[in-house]
């Protein structure tokens, strides 16, 4: 027994008091005091004891056997085994059984039989010797094992049976009556038991460990070095030298969390193929305590702590580096984002510590006020030139307060233009915070600008791939969304010679570039095949979640595949909103437009888009023009002419326009619909698909000139991934399709052909669109007062009309609005801007 041990008599009473069961389980991590215990009571019952510490060499179940059969025979010399080791080939375990009845029939009293480190059996024959020993106890026999872990040994059985004891890893530690008792018996520097208790949590080699270290820093001499060897010293060799590679690599990551849960454990113990490394039972032989204000959740005592640390950063600092991102990982996977952020910034990993603010502000109002105070709180882990303006700004954006970021900014330059060094030239992070902003309001000047700036400080000071590749997304997006497809294109060239799809952020935003640049071009496999890409490779919900969710959902509606379609540009519709992204927004709502279009739903789809387009006075020039192009499209099914005439007025000048004026004019002026079509230059394919499907259509053209020019427009558009675009031109291109489909022995056109024979049939099932009825004046005095919730009689009085003259005109404001009742007319009234 060690000088200093004292006396456990809470655990030996606990022990003596169930002395009729006759197995006994004392578990506990490293230096958690076992042996100490086991040996003090043993010797303090004072009844005969045989001992045998379990090493490696017991994994043979023969000379297991044979070591306990040696220590028993010291107990009785007259008490001998008769020889027999084997039999029919195998161990005879009768050897052990007969020998321990013959020792307590001699002795005349029960005996203990102690097998310590239990932990270290592997071997499961030899298992097998000590589950016989548990399962059928001899008379007599106390047979007690200690432990790290939990060994598999059939001691459930013996609980069932109430045949166990057991000493838990929480009652080995040290209360603080224990830890007092222990203080007093320390020689050189006292230490408070309080100051104990908080460096090692109760573990009991914690304890002793911080005595002796508070003795060597009493004895050394001020101008003597600080060797910080005790703790360490007995870290590295009882705990780190003595563990599996698995274990020590759960240690290296593990020790630079400040608490562990189950799902952090696991995330932690996993290797890059998300097979585990470590087993329950090697976690559980570790020393850790639980937090008593987290149910479920543990962490190292802070001189084991320490000591990891220092020895993991003695040997190579960027082990530690790494291990501190990998816990960072670990913790961002778990949710346990605050921990995470704390973590990055240790690792050096600021662009990870940010997006990590961004994921963790993105909850609610309280989430927000946590990032802020926790940034507050870490100024020493910030990086030199890192503002906490920029990260709260990208804090903002994420929880969707962008308007809120936005003038944050703006005061950060009124600060700038005031002479405020806190408004000094933007930092790399302070630019990346402007970019998010112009990205979520759609700005793709300031986009652009802010891209253009990050690229030339990358130039002159050098940076990480992630930064480069996120620069040059939002190049690709601000040419993309703006119409520029030349440039767009261009500079999607430039990315890809520059190689920088390693990394899964890099891969991730590449890929989502690549299919916005493609979905604008018409090209939908091309957009289906990026966007499994960015799938596959993402692993957070950040801001291309929403991306992801509409250019899915969009690809899915143009395949036809409308009940896959709807619920993702629903999500994506959701997660923009949440994020205040006007881009996604206002795209999902178009494309949400096309699907109601499709099932029939025209008014629907007209206040969704005229809804969208009055809430987004400004927005980049394609993103503009496709839902101006769905709400003419809608007008124009419901014959109203000149509602999409005055629409097209206002489009942004290009194809998109020309196309539209093309379309009208198809209706009104065939002629002049050749003309404008003549006009166009077709920058992408989905342009000159449209062009040639509108020139089918022309009715002064000639049944050759029409069939040739669907052709045109399937040879272009089947490669593509185009279904929808051929099928929402209505019933007299549709019908057109069987047609063609006995004239042409392209199997492209008769599977096209059956779509459209299919559309054709849902489409007599459907209530005929009636043309959009303006409103007379009467209707539209009546409409307003219908919102203030006054009866008919006191809306009669107000006109001057009769009741009936007012029932007239609210029936007819149901019909033409499409409405079953006063509150819906109210809401399509306010959505379509008539009141």
Request: proline residues 5%; charged residues 25%.
């Amino acid at each position: 027994m060690p000088s200093f041990a004292i006396r456990r008599k809470r655990l030996e009473e606990l022990l003596d008091g169930q002395s009729d069961q006759h197995v006994v389980l004392v578990r506990g991590p490293v230096g958690a005091g076992k042996t100490v215990l086991v040996a003090q009571w043993v010797s303090a019952q004072g009844r005969p004891c045989a001992w045998l510490s379990v090493d490696v060499t017991h994994n043979d179940q023969k000379v297991l056997l044979e070591h306990l059969v040696e220590v028993v025979e010291r107990l009785s010399p007259h008490a001998r085994h008769n020889g027999r080791w084997s039999h029919h080939g195998g161990v005879d375990y009768t050897v052990l059984w007969e020998l321990l009845n013959a020792v307590t029939h001699n002795l005349g009293s029960s005996v203990t039989l102690v097998l310590d480190d239990v932990h270290r059996l592997h071997d499961q024959a030899a298992r097998h010797v000590i589950e016989q020993l548990v399962e059928q106890p001899p008379h007599d026999v106390r047979t007690v094992l200690i432990s790290r872990s939990k060994p598999r040994l059939g001691l459930e059985r013996a609980r069932l049976r109430d045949d166990l004891v057991e000493v838990t890893p929480a009652m080995l530690r040290f209360e603080r009556a224990e830890i007092e008792l222990l203080a007093s018996t320390s020689f050189g520097r006292h230490l408070p038991a309080a100051d104990l208790e908080r460096a090692s949590l109760g573990w009991i080699a914690g304890l002793r460990l911080a005595q002796l270290e508070a003795s060597a820093q009493k004895a050394r001499s001020p101008a003597q070095p600080d060797s910080g060897s005790v703790a360490s010293a007995y870290i590295w060799e009882e705990l780190i030298v003595g563990s599996s590679a698995d274990a020590r690599s759960f240690l290296e990551v593990s020790c630079w969390l400040p608490v562990l849960t189950e799902p952090l454990c696991q995330a932690v113990a996993e290797d890059s193929t998300g097979r585990p490394r470590l087993t329950s039972p090697d976690i559980d032989a570790l020393p850790i305590a639980p937090v008593a204000s987290r149910p479920g959740a543990f962490r190292h005592p802070p001189i084991l702590t320490r000591s990891l640390q220092k020895e993991y950063r003695r040997r190579d600092p960027l082990v530690a580096i790494g291990a501190c991102r990998r816990a960072a990982e670990a913790c961002r996977r778990t949710g346990e984002l605050a921990t995470a952020i704390e973590l990055y910034l240790k690792a050096d990993c600021a662009e990870e510590a940010a997006e990590a603010c961004a994921d963790l502000a993105a909850g609610d109002e309280a989430s927000l006020s946590e990032v802020v105070g926790l940034l507050q709180g870490l100024p020493e882990h910030m990086p030199v030139g890192s503002p906490l303006l920029a990260w709260r700004v990208r804090s903002l954006v994420a929880a969707g307060r962008v308007d809120e970021a936005r003038r944050l900014l703006e005061q950060a330059d009124q600060g700038a233009t005031s002479g405020n060094t806190a408004g000094q030239a933007d930092s790399r992070d302070l630019m990346v915070a402007r970019a998010l902003v112009a990205e979520h309001l759609g700005e793709v000047a300031g986009l652009l600008a802010c891209a253009d700036r990050l690229l030339n400080s990358v130039e002159r000071t050098g940076a990480s791939l992630r930064s480069v590749s996120q620069a040059h997304g939002w190049r690709i997006r601000a040419f993309a969304w703006g119409g520029d497809r030349d440039r767009a294109s261009e500079a999607l060239a430039t990315l890809d010679q520059l190689g920088l799809g390693a990394t899964h952020h890099t891969a991730v935003n590449t890929a989502l570039v690549r299919a916005w640049v493609a979905w604008f071009d018409g090209d939908i496999s091309a957009t289906e095949n990026n966007v499994a890409a960015a799938q596959r490779e993402i692993s957070y919900n950040g801001s291309g979640s929403a991306e992801l969710a509409l250019l899915a959902g969009s690809a899915h509606r143009e395949r036809n595949h409308l009940a896959t379609a709807v619920p993702l540009i629903e999500e994506a519709r959701t997660l923009a909103a949440r994020s205040s992204h006007r881009v996604v927004a206002t795209l999902a709502a178009s494309e949400l437009a096309r699907c109601h279009r499709v099932a029939g739903a025209y008014m629907k789809a007209l206040e969704l888009a005229v809804s969208t387009r009055a809430a987004n006075l400004e927005l980049p020039a394609a993103v503009d023009a496709h839902l101006r192009s769905t709400e003419v499209k809608v007008r124009l099914d419901r014959g109203d002419v000149i509602g999409a005439q005055t629409l097209i007025r206002d489009t942004p000048p290009g194809a998109d326009a020309q196309l539209l004026a093309a379309r009208v004019a198809l209706q009104q002026a065939p002629t002049h619909a050749r003309q404008l079509l003549e006009a166009i230059d077709a920058p992408a394919p989905r342009h000159a698909v449209e062009k040639a499907l509108i020139r089918a259509q022309l009715s002064d053209s000639e049944p050759p000139e029409k069939s040739a020019a669907l052709i045109e427009a399937i040879s272009v558009g089947e490669p593509l991934g185009l279904v929808r675009t051929f099928l929402d031109e209505g019933p007299t291109l549709t019908r057109r399709l069987p047609q063609l489909a006995l004239e042409c022995t392209d199997r492209t056109v008769g599977r096209l052909a059956a779509l459209g024979c299919q559309e054709l049939a849902q489409a007599a099932t459907r209530e005929q669109a009636m043309p959009i009825q303006q409103l007379t004046a009467r209707e539209l005095a009546v409409l307003r007062l219908l919102p203030m919730r006054m009866s008919n009689r006191e809306m009669a009085a107000q006109l001057y009309i009769s009741v009936n003259t007012l029932k007239s005109h609210v029936r007819a404001i149901y019909r033409k609005l499409d409405v079953p009742h006063r509150s819906a007319a109210v809401h399509r009234a306010a959505a379509l801007q008539l009141v």
